[in-house]
């Protein structure tokens, strides 16, 4: 779980701010919303298929891009 300090003088919103930033780096809304439903294993090797492709294309069109 992040934690987050207060500073010195600083406002709520800024260390609300900070806190925001470092769950989504902890990918904890992403892993709370994963497990919120049953994903049969069918539906995941679909969802990785399609993570992997995207994956490939991003990376093809860089190479493109840059060659």
Known sequence: MPVVYSR???PF???LKRFKK????AAILSDIKKHQAYEKPSEEKKRKA???????????????YYS
């Open 8 to 10: 010195d003088g600083e």
């Open 13 to 15: 919103e800024i260390m």
């Open 22 to 25: 470092k769950c989504e780096k």
């Open 50 to 64: 399609n993570v992997a492709r995207r994956k490939a294309m991003k990376m093809a069109r860089k190479a493109r």
